[in-house]
């Protein structure tokens, strides 16, 4: 339970971060900070839901996020500042998978897949700017 509050208190400073950092919706469209602010609404959610089946003795379909999670939250900050968004979440996407024992060409691929997934809905499909960092700009 400790790993799921503390997931919870990084979703949610990373929440805060974006929607202080970016804009969730501009000149009747969505903003660069709209999939940040899903994105960890998800994770609080999904946490809180983690609490919630243990607390009534219900068994959980996934275990506590491990502290990997925690400091990838952090480093998505920190990255996404300087790279952009896509690559961060790549890059941290990666070496997560990497942590938890995936194999490095194996991670690589899901980190792009979920990279370019990503830019295709937001970027292409809904029409989102993504935060771009001061290398690539945005």
Do not use: K, N
């Not at 607390?55 to 900050?77: K, N, Q, W």
């Amino acid at each position: 339970m400790a790993g799921a509050v503390s997931l919870i208190v990084a979703a949610t400073a990373a929440m805060i971060y974006s929607l202080l950092h970016y804009s969730i919706w501009s000149f009747g469209m969505p903003g660069s900070g709209l999939m940040p602010v899903i994105a960890c609404a998800m994770i609080v959610v999904a946490c809180l839901w983690t609490i919630l089946a243990r607390d009534t003795g219900e068994r959980a379909r996934f275990a506590s996020p491990p502290l990997a999670y925690c400091v990838g939250f952090v480093a998505i900050l920190a990255l996404t500042s300087v790279i952009g968004l896509l690559p961060a979440l790549a890059i941290v996407a990666a070496a997560i998978l990497r942590f938890e024992g995936m194999s490095l060409p194996r991670s690589i691929l899901i980190a792009v897949a979920v990279a370019l997934g990503s830019w295709l809905l937001f970027e292409r499909t809904l029409m989102v700017p993504l935060p771009g960092g001061a290398i690539w700009g945005s």
